[in-house]
T-cell receptor
Framework: NAGVMQNPRHLVRRRGQEARLRCSPM?????VYWYRQLPEEGLKFMVYLQKENIIDESGMPKERFSAEFPKEGPSILRIQQVVRGDSAAYFC??????????????FGDGTRLSIL | GQSLEQPSEVTAVEGAIVQINCTYQ??????LSWYQQHDGGAPTFLSYNALDGLEETGRFSSFLSRSDSYGYLLLQELQMKDSASYFCAVPNDYKLSFGAGTTVTVRA
């Protein structure tokens, strides 16, 4: 049973370009979460999605960032007009149910975004 | 909001015992989780404490005291492969709030 798959593993963009990060959840998981991790810091929640719905995007910057989880295909985190401060590791996690208080979220290996 | 405090790094020798403390301030509390992350890779779930007391899983144990807003992860019989970052996290429904992480370095 494949785990959470993220691609690309590494992404380099120049300032002003767009970055698209993809996440395929574990089989049978319909709940997807995106987190951002800066060096020497913990993961920070960005957005929670179910199929075709954004449930909570309270951790996502209001501008330039968007996320989707279409009926078919992977979840996409999109960053427009990237700036140096967007350089970070972006992790996707998935779960089979909404309440993950005592059920672990399963994380992908992350996408390391570098902005030149 | 959520605030979790843990030491930034710990170094120990193989075979030793390491305790990573975590204190938290949260607006709502369901329990305390621990995750391990090797070399910036995928965080993996280690344990979850919803009730006070000690939970043991092999060489790793986790403790929670809700009255003290405090917990710890205990790593016993340390092995080189335990060198990693360890994060305490507070789940609130679907949302995980993480501490900044403790880097554990195991020396031969």
């Amino acid at each position: 049973n494949a785990g959470v798959m993220q691609n690309p593993r590494h992404l380099v963009r120049r300032r002003g370009q767009e970055a698209r990060l993809r996440c395929s959840p574990m089989k049978g998981h319909s709940h997807v979460y995106w987190y951002r991790q800066l060096p020497e810091e913990g993961l920070k929640f960005m957005v929670y999605l179910q199929k075709e719905n954004i449930i909570d995007e309270s951790g996502m910057p209001k501008e330039r960032f968007s996320a989707e989880f279409p009926k078919e295909g992977p979840s996409i985190l999109r960053i427009q007009q990237v700036v140096r401060g967007d350089s970070a590791a972006y992790f996707c996690a998935s779960s089979p149910i909404r309440d993950t208080s005592n059920q672990p979220q399963h994380f992908g290996d992350g996408t390391r975004l570098s902005i030149l | 909001g959520q605030s979790l405090e843990q030491p930034s790094e710990v170094t120990a020798v193989e075979g030793a015992i390491v305790q990573i403390n975590c204190t938290y301030q949260t607006s709502g509390f369901y329990g305390l989780s621990w995750y391990q992350q090797h070399d910036g890779g995928a965080p993996t779930f280690l344990s979850y404490n919803a009730l006070d007391g000690l939970e043991e899983t092999g060489r790793f144990s986790s403790f929670l005291s809700r009255s003290d807003s405090y917990g710890y992860l205990l790593l016993q019989e340390l092995q080189m492969k335990d060198s990693a970052s360890y994060f305490c996290a507070v789940p609130n429904d679907y949302k995980l709030s993480f501490g900044a992480g403790t880097t554990v370095t195991v020396r031969a």
